[in-house]
């Protein structure tokens, strides 16, 4: 069974601050996809990454960053120098690689509340 | 990636009614999902839908309850019939775009 965890609940850092969030999955699938999604106050979900299972390069786009690591099924989320506009809640997510319905299995969501 | 619009924004509506809402796309999708977010929760896949066939649902979900439409290939709707105040959430429709799915601004539902 395919399964996302993410254990820390709500988060909250004072603005500047750099602050990780941790995703951990479960999988049997040798290839997949992982996502981190953000959801602010308004309610849309926004795309931020997608990460290949064969692809383990870290990422960096301007001050976010992603650590994907194989061996210990982990894909975790850091934002340096954090701002009031990154207040969210931050899904990560699970998919099959090139199945029928490439069906998004959540975590249950970090609520990142940066205080100024 | 393709542009989303759902409609209604948001809704109060009263126990033992229906509400049907709207998803849009601005390019041709194969495969559009309708997700339930309860309030405080995650998200949850209630059925994709493909255009031509009829949608499939998750367990728990039935077409009875939630049934869609996808009349072609930038248009679907869900119903969510005979609300309950359990029917309470944010309903969101997604596409897939190149393997990753986009979504829309999501529909905020309140029953009484």
């Known amino acids: 069974a395919q399964k996302v965890t993410q254990a820390q609940t709500e988060i909250s850092v004072v603005e500047k601050e750099d602050v990780t969030l941790d995703c951990v999955y479960e999988?049997?699938?040798?290839?997949?996809?992982l996502f981190w999604y953000k959801q602010p106050p308004s309610g849309e979900l926004v795309f931020l990454i997608r990460?290949?299972?064969?692809?383990?390069q870290n990422e960096i786009s301007g001050r976010y960053s992603w650590n994907f690591q194989k061996s210990t099924s982990s894909f975790n989320f850091t934002i340096t120098a954090s701002q009031v506009v990154d207040s969210a809640v931050y899904f990560c997510?699970?998919?099959?690689?090139?199945?029928?319905?490439?069906?998004?299995?959540f975590g249950t969501g970090t609520l990142l509340a940066v205080q100024p | 990636s393709a542009v989303i619009s759902q409609k209604p924004s948001r809704d109060i509506c009263q126990r033992g009614t229906s509400l049907t809402i709207q998803c849009q796309v601005d390019?041709?999708?194969?495969?559009m999902f309708w997700y339930r977010q309860q309030p405080g929760q995650s998200l949850t896949l209630i059925a994709t839908?493909?255009?031509?066939?009829?949608?499939?649902?998750e367990s728990g979900f039935v077409i009875d309850k939630f049934p869609i439409s996808r009349p072609n290939l930038t248009f679907s709707t869900l119903t969510v019939s005979n609300m309950s105040p359990e029917d309470s959430s944010i309903y969101l429709c997604?596409?897939?775009?190149?393997?990753?799915?986009?979504f829309g601004p999501g529909t905020r539902l309140t029953v009484l």
């Open positions: 990460r290949n299972s064969f692809d383990e």
């Open positions: 390019s041709q999708v194969t495969m």
């Open positions: 839908a493909n255009q031509g066939s009829e949608a499939t649902y």
């Open positions: 997604s596409v897939d775009w190149s393997s990753t799915q986009y």
């Open positions: 999988t049997r699938d040798t290839t997949y996809y």
């Open positions: 997510a699970l998919s099959n690689y090139g199945g029928a319905t490439n069906k998004l299995i």
